[in-house]
């Protein structure tokens, strides 16, 4: 299925259904009444997340989406029939914004979260309604009120604790594809990758956390050289960046240091708040390097670029190194999901003994 993270579409809800103006007419009951009912309620359109989708794709064809109008009022005391509500599935993490004005009207992000994102138009009312001890035949009744209607912009962010992120060919899918149930196409050339890919890691029993590769990325990709920013919104809500660095001691490889500098600069282009996420390297490749040099070259390019964060060495192709990786990553996570709990000052005093008279 084609990866689709943007989209805009027409939402327009159901105009509520007109009131009725209508008197009792029956044998042998004079001064019937009124009996005119009031209308149906127009239908709404709300947007629910769904884990079971992961692209836009249905939105991409399927831009325009109407809701019936209610049902109008009828005599004998017959109300409308209110319209069927139209609910639009999207991915978990789907971001809702107002088209026109800017306004983000939803933020999916837990599954089955419903969002009413335009109003149905209530029914007008019927002359039933207008009936009083001092307007005993009343002759007026209402129209429908109109329902409500929306541009809207869709964007999909996904939803995963850990992003991959470097130059092309640094190794990112092969990573991935190494420590998750992640499959995706992996070759010798650039923008293997195309769009982003998202694998369940498990580390035990009840213990597992899920990663994110996206395209990578490129000198001037602010200007539009490669695959662009269009990927990096992906990494926002993420918990931890692991920047992917080719370690591979080849001539047409550029130097670690200024790959890493390349991103970072990228990064601080399409959002400064993504230099502030915890940040590490993973220095991939490292079963092509001389076993001599390795720990020489790892303190030269430290020394370069001045890093006091963690760093690991590994081979994804090799599966060299993954296993510390993998259990740094998950204690990461599990601490930024769950923050030790403050110390109580349990000391124990007198009734009385800290009270002032």
């Not at 209530?122 to 001890?133: A, I, Q, R, T």
């Not at 982003?196 to 590769?213: K, T, W």
């Not at 708040?273 to 991939?284: A, Q, T």
Request: hydrophobic share 40%; net charge neutral; charged share 25%.
């Amino acid at each position: 299925m084609k990866f689709i993270d943007e989209a805009v579409i027409d939402v327009i809800a159901g105009n509520g259904g007109s009131g009725c103006m209508s008197f009792r007419r029956e044998k042998f009951i004079p001064f019937g009444g009124p009996d005119g009912g009031d209308g149906g309620r127009g239908g709404s359109v709300y947007a629910v997340g769904d884990r079971n989708l992961n692209t836009l794709i249905d939105f991409r064809y399927a831009r325009k989406h109407i809701a019936r109008n209610g049902e109008s009022g009828r005599g004998s005391d017959q109300f409308g029939a209110a319209a069927q509500d139209i609910v639009l599935r999207m991915p978990i993490g789907t971001i809702v914004t107002d088209a026109d004005t800017g306004e983000c009207l939803a933020e999916l992000l837990t599954p089955d979260e419903r969002v009413r994102i335009v109003k149905g138009g209530d029914g007008g009312f019927g002359n039933l309604h207008f009936k009083s001890s001092t307007n005993r035949a009343p002759r007026q009744k209402t129209s429908g009120w109109p329902g409500e209607q929306r541009k809207l912009r869709l964007e999909l962010r996904v939803l995963a604790d850990v992003g991959l992120l470097g130059l092309p060919n640094a190794g990112k899918s092969t990573l991935i594809s190494a420590v998750s149930n992640a499959r995706p196409k992996i070759a010798d050339y650039p923008f293997t990758t195309l769009h982003p890919n998202l694998g369940v890691v498990r580390v035990g029993p009840e213990q597992s956390f899920v990663i994110a590769d996206i395209p990578g990325l490129i000198e001037g990709a602010a200007e539009g050289a490669g695959l662009g920013h269009q990927f990096l919104r992906h990494l926002q809500r993420t918990q931890l960046l692991l920047h992917v660095v080719d370690f591979s001691p080849f001539d047409d490889v550029l130097d670690p240091a200024d790959q890493v500098k390349v991103i970072a600069h990228e990064l601080r282009k399409f959002d400064a708040s993504l230099l502030d996420k915890p940040r590490w390297l993973v220095l991939n490749k490292i079963d092509i390097v001389a076993s001599g040099e390795l720990e020489s070259r790892v303190k030269t390019m430290l020394k370069k670029l001045r890093w006091k964060g963690p760093v690991f060495s590994i081979s994804a192709l090799a599966r060299t190194g993954l296993d510390p990786l993998v259990r740094a990553v998950y204690e990461h996570v599990a601490s930024m999901k769950n923050p030790p709990l403050p110390e109580l000052d349990l000391r124990f005093s007198a009734p009385g003994q800290n009270e002032h008279v």
